[in-house]
């Protein structure tokens, strides 16, 4: 009897389960569409709230398959075009939630796609703080059950998405959370914001974000908070209503300053480099206030997670090698753990030695035992240091506790060409624990890395100017590109590539270099130049032009007129001319006229008349300059002074270190287009006198580099370019840093270290007055007094 009942109470609940189920469903499939016509009207397209404007309501259950976060970006009617429109296409479309921007009545964009809500009664006036609390009263009223947190932000902010979800899903979205940067206003405003002894905000330029529950709290009391404001801040005034009606104030957390990123610098934040910590450790970036650094940044991080990526992909093809290695006797070494000693020399003369660096870089790779790091080395230590520390402190975290980088104390590097780069470092760093017993320690740590080359990649090269697509696919036209301009398949690349293809690729190998060579006098010096320009250039009919910039100052041309003509008549069909120009002697002036006498595409090619080339330098000038992508910087052979050097014009290009050296320093010899020496303004025409226009206008290519990243100066040594020696007069009336220029260029082309050597091993009379000058003899002394002269 008891037992029936049981059952039959059982089965009584079961059928009112299943009733009560198949009721909720019915309701809900009715229902839905008559809730949802309250928002919709007939077309089924959004309506806005009343007296919104133009406005583009959110709907946080159909747009993103997450409702994490709800991000609300203030901003005003004027930006809406270019830095909200900038701000929604870049770090907006990788959220972890909606966004929406808010802006005063009436406000539209050009752009329907942005989420647009136009608050009625708020203006674009400062300060906002009537946009920022009707902004959180909306996400209330519309959002609030739709989303677990909510954030305020300006137009001026980055947010990292992903970096972003990850910490917020570290939180319990249920308590009460008010985050962002606590600030108590600086030392100016101390007393006069209203705060109560220990009572802070959330500074509102890096961002603040509020858990479900605080928006509960606060936003009925909204109407209260704008009639009661104390300052005219509106961070203040949004932290002071959340503190009083929802109980919480702003996170009290170091690692705050760091999360949310505030860089001090004004105009200038993010502007140049962006590889340092604060910008690799930041969730929000504030501010950034061009649309053009807004896409920069976004490139920057998309760049750094293609290269986490490729590093996971090498963890999972080391873990694929490893198990290859039950199965297999062979495996790939490329795929190897990383290993100091992958790389077994087999001859003493294979032995991989080590630098050693610590400010300074010993190398007995260079001449110069002791020297300053290049910044490359700089940039690539720094860059390998912080991919290290976030390595350690991946699970610091979880293990509570911390290690911060303090100082490299010393360290070796090495180049294994089949595999990576080795480093042995010596480290300063400070061990930080904040949980159970709180310390904070020195430690010194020796640590060995390895960076690992990638795979090879091939790159498509770039059409005739180097602006547009590609002209054919590498991979799939290489063996046909092998052959077309190898030459040796007759008319093959003819019928192998498209019209159009052939054609650019003619044209590419065939673009006018434009030769501008400034002279003075020196009729001598200019028939040499003369007749390698003959040999090399008019004689096999290559497609140059020459325009020489000569000044006479006073002197008479007719010997340089008439080498000219003599060489205009037996090459009729190329352009040589000969520009005559007035006043003293100035390179500058002197290239900045001769590249105004040319089109905008022109491909120039800065030369002086000491120089002497083989044909081969043609085809490099034109390969390595590229339309506003790249200007090309050889780096020269210089003769040593005749008396050292025994070679002449004939054999100018059997390069040893007895015969000259490269002008790593030197940056007058160059190529560009025209439209690209216009674009960073040319030569500085106030510079006179011997040298430092060309490096001027060399840095002035380096910066216009760091504005626009698709632009490069391509800098190289160039066996085919040769600087024959000629004396180096120092004008005592240059400035100071000319002079230092000069002279050290002048005592450079004396001669190389062994000739030297060897010529005081073999003056007997000389090398026994220097030994005398360690015993104490004068003989040193006078010696030295007549050094200079020699030089």
């Not at 089965?11 to 009560?20: D, E, T």
């Not at 590609?470 to 019928?495: E, M, P, Q, T, W």
Request: aromatic share 12%; glycine share 8%.
């Amino acid at each position: 009897m008891r037992l029936a009942r049981v059952w039959d109470l059982t089965v009584r609940l079961l059928i009112g389960g299943f009733i009560g189920y198949l009721i909720f469903y019915l309701l809900d499939r009715n229902l839905s569409p008559c809730l949802s016509d309250m928002f919709q009207g007939s077309s089924g397209e959004p309506v806005p709230p009343a007296s919104a404007g133009k406005s583009v309501p959110i709907d946080g259950k159909s747009k993103s398959p997450s409702r994490l976060l709800f991000v609300g970006v203030m901003t005003a009617a004027k930006f809406l075009d270019t830095r909200a429109l900038s701000v929604y296409r870049t770090w907006g479309q990788k959220l972890p939630g909606q966004m929406a921007f808010f802006s005063s009545e009436g406000s539209t964009s050009s752009y329907p796609d942005l989420p647009l809500i136009a608050l009625p009664g708020v203006t674009d006036a400062y300060p906002p703080q009537k946009k920022s609390f009707l902004m959180l009263k909306y996400m209330h009223d519309h959002l609030l059950d739709d989303f677990e947190w909510f954030m305020r932000a300006d137009d001026d902010v980055f947010v990292r998405g992903d970096k972003m979800e990850d910490f917020l899903r570290s939180l319990n979205s249920s308590k009460p959370l008010f985050i962002g940067q606590a600030g108590m206003g600086n030392k100016d405003e101390f007393g006069m914001l209203s705060l109560a002894p220990g009572e802070n905000f959330c500074m509102g330029g890096p961002g603040i974000i509020i858990s479900r529950e605080v928006l509960r709290r606060m936003a009925p009391n909204i109407q209260y908070c704008l009639k009661h404001l104390y300052s005219t801040h509106e961070d203040v005034e949004v932290g002071r209503c959340i503190r009083k009606f929802a109980g919480v104030p702003c996170a009290w957390s170091y690692e705050m300053q760091t999360i949310f990123y505030h860089n001090g610098s004004g105009s200038l934040a993010f502007t140049r480099d962006l590889h340092s910590k604060e910008v690799h450790r930041a969730i929000t970036l504030h501010p950034v206030k061009t649309s053009q650094h807004l896409y920069r940044i976004q490139n920057y991080y998309n760049a750094l997670k293609g290269s986490i990526l490729r590093q996971e992909v090498v963890g999972l093809q080391r873990d694929v090698n490893d198990m290859n290695t039950f199965l297999y006797e062979k495996t790939d070494s490329a795929l190897a753990r990383p290993n100091l000693y992958r790389f077994r020399p087999q001859h003493p003369d294979e032995v991989l030695e080590w630098e050693f660096f610590s400010k300074t870089l010993y190398s007995h790779l260079d001449y110069n035992p002791r020297r300053s790091p290049k910044f490359s080395m700089k940039w690539a230590l720094n860059d390998l240091i912080m991919q290290m520390m976030d390595s350690i402190n991946r699970y610091s975290k979880q293990r509570g506790r911390i290690i911060d980088f303090k100082d490299l104390l010393y360290g070796f590097q090495r180049v294994d060409p089949l595999h990576a780069v080795h480093y042995v470092l010596d480290l300063h760093l400070v061990y930080r624990r904040y949980t159970g017993r709180k310390m904070t320690a020195p430690v010194r740590r020796h640590a060995h890395l390895e960076q690992a080359f990638g795979p090879l990649q091939l790159v498509e090269e770039q059409n005739c100017l180097g602006t547009g697509p590609a002209v054919y696919d590498l991979k799939r036209d290489f063996g046909d590109i092998i052959r077309y301009y190898s030459g040796g398949a007759g008319n093959f690349a003819k019928n192998s590539l498209s019209d159009e293809e052939y054609d650019c690729a003619v044209a590419a190998g065939n673009v006018t270099v434009h030769f501008i060579v400034p002279i003075s006098g020196r009729l001598e010096t200019l028939s040499r130049f003369l007749t390698v320009m003959e040999h090399v250039c008019f004689s096999r009919n290559e497609s140059v032009s020459l325009t020489l910039m000569h000044f006479a100052q006073g002197l008479s041309s007719d010997g340089i007129a008439g080498k000219v003509r003599e060489l205009k008549g037996r090459f009729p069909s190329h352009l040589i001319e000969l520009v005559e120009l007035a006043g003293n002697f100035s390179r500058a002036r002197a290239l900045q006229e001769g590249a105004a006498r040319f089109l905008p595409n022109s491909l120039l090619f800065f030369v002086d008349v000491d120089m002497a080339f083989e044909g081969g330098l043609l085809h490099r000038v034109r390969r390595s300059t590229k339309l506003h992508r790249m200007v090309y910087y050889p780096v020269v052979f210089s003769q040593y002074d005749p008396k050292t050097n025994t070679e002449t014009l004939e054999n100018a290009f059997h390069l040893t270190e007895d015969n000259g050296y490269w002008r790593q320093f030197g940056y007058g010899i160059a190529s560009m287009y025209r439209a690209d020496f216009d674009a960073v303004g040319g030569f500085d025409l106030n510079i006179t006198g011997w040298g430092k226009e060309d490096v001027d206008l060399f840095e002035r290519f380096i910066k216009h580099g760091e504005g626009d990243t698709r632009f490069t100066v391509f800098r190289a040594v160039d066996p085919g370019l040769v600087h024959i020696y000629h004396p180096i007069i120092c004008d005592a009336a240059l400035s100071d840093a000319q002079l230092v220029m000069c002279l050290g260029t002048r005592a450079a082309s004396v001669s190389g270290g062994r000739t030297l050597a060897r010529s005081l091993l073999n003056d007997t009379e000389m090398l026994n007055a220097g030994w005398s000058g360690f015993t104490g003899s004068s003989a040193l002394d006078s010696q030295t007094t007549t050094m200079p002269s020699a030089h």
